[in-house]
C-alpha cells in the first residue's frame, strides 16, 4: 500500500503549506482514471494530482528541519489519526484507513497544496523539480513492486506487461536491481523500443501467437522468476502467470476493473507459483529514489515528456489518453 514511515502522532503536527511558480505535478495515469471515475474516490469533488514536486512556500507552527524555500516532493498519503492502529501508534503503513491525495484530499493540480510536514521529502539543488515530481507514483510505485512486493534479486528473470509510464520505469528498477534477462512487453513498437533503450534486453508484442515460446527460449526453458502485470487485465493475467517458471511471483501492479483470472489451478499447487497484489509506495522508497537519481543510478530525465502550464492541463489529458507522442509523464508547471 501507499504509504509513509510516520511517527506515532506525526499526523498532529500542523501542515506545511508547499507550492510555488516552480511547482511540478505529474499527470500519471491515476489522475485520468480519477477523472473517469475508474479509481475510488471518498469525496465527490476534489482536486486531482497525486505526483508533486515544488518548494516550501509556508509552514505551520514549529517544523524543525524545514524552511520556507526548502525544495520537496511529496509522498501522497497520510494517516488517519484515528483508526485502531493509528491510535495504538502506527505509522501509515499500519493505518487501516489510509488517505490518499488527490483522491482523498485534495491533490497538486494547483498553484499551492496543504500537506502534513511528514510528507515532504528533500530534493538536492541539481535535481530538476519536473524529475521530483515524477518519482512521486510513476517511478516510486514500480520501483517498490520490484525491491518490496517483488523482492527481486539479481539474476533472476522478469517479464513486465505493460510499457506506459510504470511499467516503463519498472523496466529501469529491474535493470537497477541486476534482473536478468529483463523482458518487456507491449502491443506498441514505440514503447518497446523505448524499453529496449532503458534497460530491456527483450522486447515483444504480447498480441504475437510465439510469446510462450518466446518467452521459454530466452529463460532457456526455466520461464519468469517474476512477472509484473501492470494492465492488469484477465488476458495480460493469464498470459504473465503463464511464463511462470517453478516457485514465480506473478505481481500485479495496480487497481483492474477486471475479475482475476489466473488460469487452471493446478498451475499454482503444482510450480508453487505465488501471486501478490502491489498499489503504492512507502515514503522511504521515495528518499531512495531521490538519492539513486541524484548520485547519477538512475535516469529519469526522459521520462519528463512535457511541461504545460495549468491552464493546459485539458490538453496534457487528452495526450496522455491518445498517447500523442507515446509520453511517459506530462509535468504542469502552475
Ligand atoms: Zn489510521
Known sequence: MLGQQLQPGLHQLPPALFGSEAAGSGGGHADPSLLHGLAPSRVPVITPGHEAAGEIDGLGSPTPGWHVGDRVVLAAGKACGTCRACVAGGGLDDCL??????????????????????????????????????????????????????????AESVGVWGLGGVGTHLVQAARLVGAAPIIALDPLPAARERALELGADHALDP???????????????????????????????????????????????????DPLDLGPEAAYAVSRHTTI?????????????????????????RSVSAVLPLEDIAEGIRRLESKEGNPVRIVIKP
Do not use: N
Open 97 to 154: 484507513d489510509q488517505r490518499v491525495m488527490a483522491f482523498d484530499y485534495d491533490g497538486a493540480w494547483a498553484e499551492y497544496v496543504v500537506v502534513p510536514v511528514a510528507a515532504l521529502c528533500r530534493v538536492p539543488e541539481d535535481m530538476p523539480l519536473e524529475e521530483a515530481a515524477v518519482l512521486a507514483d510513476a517511478v516510486s510505485t514500480p520501483y517498490a513492486a520490484v525491491v518490496e512486493s517483488g523482492r527481486v534479486r539479481p
Open 277 to 301: 497484489g502491489h498499489l503504492g509506495y512507502r515514503k522511504s522508497h521515495l528518499q531512495e529514489l531521490v538519492r539513486l537519481v541524484s548520485l547519477g543510478r538512475l535516469d529519469v530525465s
Open 207 to 257: 498480441t504475437a501467437e510465439d510469446v510462450p515460446d518466446r518467452i521459454a527460449e530466452l529463460t532457456e526453458d526455466a520461464g519468469l522468476d517474476v512477472a509484473f502485470d501492470i494492465v492488469a487485465r484477465s488476458g495480460t493475467m493469464t498470459q504473465a502467470h503463464a511464463a511462470l517458471g517453478h516457485r514465480g511471483r506473478l505481481v500485479l501492479v495496480g487497481v483492474s476493473p
